[in-house]
């Protein structure tokens, strides 16, 4: 079955300071991974989707990479400012169950001015 | 929000009372989704629907019921057998195919219990 974590739960880090999320999932088999990202009582707001066969997504200053072999994706942000304060969220889609994307928990990110 | 209108923003239900949230999409897309998500959790799906008239169960189906009438529409009712309801529900629409089909949700319903 299908697992997708991410570790830390939560972040602080001063404004300016680049930095990494990390995404895990237990079967290879997917047909994509997505970030996400959600503000306090709001909905999720898609930001990179990464196709099975790409290595790396870029959008501004984020830039989200996919290792499946190692069951790993990170989602890197660059010259973190306060209104990067947010969850983000990664899901994959699994090859074995098309429709059913599967969510990690989050990891709560707060930059300090 | 996605293409994606959810109503209402809070919701409030009374034990034994059964509730409807409403989810409404404008790009004419078939695929539709129901997600609870709790505090600490990842979203969890309870139902999705790929056409007009069909609609399948998720992971936490037992509790809830849906209906898709017309392609734009794609509301959820919270029964009374869901004994745990109070949460965040989300709709999503599905955009693409295949290694594309991307996700894109709307801005949520908070449910809770009085």
């Known amino acids: 079955k299908q697992e997708v974590t991410q570790i830390p739960a939560a972040l602080s880090v001063p404004e300016g300071e680049n930095l990494v999320l990390n995404c895990s999932f237990t079967?290879?088999?997917?047909?994509?991974l997505q970030w996400f990202r959600q503000d306090p009582g709001k909905g999720l707001t898609s930001l990179l989707l990464?196709?099975?066969?790409?290595r790396e997504q870029t959008s501004g200053r984020l830039n989200a990479s996919l290792d499946k072999s190692s069951g790993r994706s990170t989602l890197y942000i660059a010259a973190s400012q306060p209104g990067d304060s947010a969850t983000y969220l990664c899901a994959v889609r699994p090859k074995t169950s098309y429709d059913k994307v599967i969510f990690g928990p989050g990891t709560s990110l707060s930059v300090i001015p | 929000d996605g293409g994606i209108t959810q109503s209402p923003k809070y919701l409030f239900r009374k034990e034994g009372q059964n509730v409807t949230l409403s989810c409404e999409q404008n790009l004419n897309h078939d695929a539709m989704y129901w997600y609870r998500q709790d505090p600490g959790q990842g979203l969890r799906l309870i139902y999705y629907s790929q056409i007009v008239n069909d609609f399948q169960k998720g992971d936490i189906a037992e509790g809830y019921s849906v209906s898709r009438e017309k392609k734009e529409s794609f509301p959820l009712t919270v029964t009374s057998a869901q004994k745990n309801p109070t949460a965040f529900y989300l709709c999503a629409r599905s955009q693409g195919q295949g290694v594309r089909e991307t996700q894109y949700f709307g801005p949520g319903t908070r449910l809770l219990v009085l």
């Open positions: 990464i196709q099975s066969s790409q």
């Open positions: 079967d290879s088999a997917i047909y994509n």
